[in-house]
């Protein structure tokens, strides 16, 4: 079956997460990637909204984490403070994150592009970003993959990835064995080094060779020890998320920006 970058992706970023874990999400591609998630091989996914609805069950994707579907038939509707405060717990396993700007150890940026003072961009800054990547276990990026989002260094450090390198997130004092998990993009899935905490390639897209995925990135990119290719998206993949998951495709039949 033909499938377009963005359902790629999802399907990618939808194989990274486990049954039986809870995952905070935002809406767009994060929350397509949970709902696939828990309708194919992690029923028991747990989703939280940021806006305080836990483990909805929901029958369409809504449009705001405040949007009402996202506490429909939910065991909790609750508030952000009480969602920061299971990821604070350590309760979190997953979130998902976005950025205009990500380097080799995953930090983010989201706040400017250009000097802070007279900046050419000015973005929509950190919301709940840095306490989420700060306190759930794993974070997951889901973005396009270019230049100027893999950059060598950041306008504005906005959330924390690894930092400077091994041991810098817990001298800043985050809690130990935390932080970046998997960066999908539509070239392919990284991941990161244990030791080095470098960002590092898990698999290749198909059709898509090193050297694309090194023209497009600003920093020196490693290889894992045995890299592979993406699995294509399956055909019961594909239906859910069509079918099922974004029947309007206000997600599915957008240009990658």
């Not at 950190?126 to 989002?149: Q, Y």
Request: some cysteine.
């Amino acid at each position: 079956m033909t499938y377009n970058a963005i359902e790629l992706m999802i399907c990618a970023a939808a194989n990274a997460l486990e049954d039986n874990k809870l995952v905070v999400v935002g809406t767009g591609i994060p929350c397509a990637v949970a709902m696939l998630a828990q309708r194919t091989h992690a029923p028991n996914l747990t989703i939280m909204f940021e806006a305080g609805g836990v483990a909805p069950i929901l029958p369409t994707m809504p449009i705001s984490v405040g949007d009402s579907r996202t506490f429909h038939r939910g065991i909790m509707a609750t508030s952000m403070a009480e969602i920061m405060q299971f990821c604070q717990r350590g309760m979190v396993d997953y979130t998902f994150l976005g950025g205009a700007q990500i380097d080799a150890y995953g930090n983010l940026n989201s706040t400017v592009i250009g000097d802070y003072e007279r900046p050419k961009v000015r973005l929509p800054g950190s919301g709940g970003a840095c306490d989420l990547a700060s306190f759930c276990w794993r974070t997951l990026v889901v973005t396009k993959h270019d230049r100027r989002r893999f950059a060598k260094r950041l306008d504005f450090l906005t959330t924390p990835g690894y930092l400077t390198g091994p041991g810098a997130r817990e001298a800043a004092g985050l809690p130990p064995n935390t932080g970046p998990y998997r960066v999908i993009t539509d070239l392919a899935v990284m991941g990161f080094h244990p030791q080095s905490k470098r960002m590092q390639v898990l698999s290749l897209h198909p059709g898509v060779s090193w050297d694309m995925v090194a023209a497009a990135t600003e920093f020196e990119l490693h290889w894992a020890d045995t890299p592979v290719q993406t699995p294509a998206p399956t055909a019961e993949q594909l239906a859910i998320l069509r079918e099922e998951v974004d029947p309007h495709r206000y997600i599915l039949g957008r240009a990658l920006a």
